[in-house]
């Protein structure tokens, strides 16, 4: 059965960093492309980033791009975001998710980031 | 990137079929076959509901079906029944190698 649990949600200051943790079991996770997608309270699905199975490729949003960064340990079997420069919109859930073509097949049950206004 | 356009809200009775629209441009949904669409009841995480446009996953019930028009998407469901009562996503890849999701839809059933 595949499993994804992320974790490291806290309450950051605006400008502060958070290091998000996901990981991964009951699947190959070095064949796996992964992805990171965040929900503000109340609000809808956003896709924030994707890497590739070997870590060798990156992409992300435009609101991220700069701020964020998409990493992976293949042998710890864990996907990373590392989160800098944090804003308010930055709060939301934040979930992990494989990567099938064109779409987002498992997904973890997310972690919370809360940075206050 | 803006949000692919989906309805607000859509309803209807138990055993009735509803459609739900998918609004986009010839950059995603009309560029590409990576369509999909996820199911997400409250507080739970999102669940993979149709791929492909029109592929279901293992283990989702044949009463999910999507489609593809032109720059619009569409999920039918058929024999509402009371657990489709969910919020729905759309999603598409990019010509920019991203990912949009859309604004989501609100199904209830009566």
Known sequence: EVQLVESGGDLVQAGGSLRLSCAASGFTFSRSWMHWVRQAPGKGLVWVSRITDDGSSTIYADSVKGRFTISRDNAKNTLYLQMNSLRAEDTAVYYCATGGQGYLHHWGQGTLVTVPS | ?110
């Open chain 2, 1 to 110: 990137q803006s949000a692919l356009t989906q309805p607000a809200s859509v309803s209807g009775s138990p055993g009735q079929s509803i459609n739900i629209s998918c609004t986009g441009t010839s950059s995603d949904v009309g560029g590409y076959n990576y369509v999909a669409w996820y199911q997400q009841h409250p507080d739970k995480a999102p669940k993979l509901t149709v791929y492909g446009v029109s592929n279901r996953p293992s283990g989702v019930s044949n009463r999910f079906s999507g489609s593809k028009s032109g720059n619009t998407a569409s999920l039918t469901i058929s024999g509402l029944q009371a657990e489709d009562e969910a919020d729905y996503y759309c999603s598409s890849y990019t010509s920019t190698s991203q990912y949009v999701f859309g604004t989501g839809t609100k199904v209830t059933v009566l």
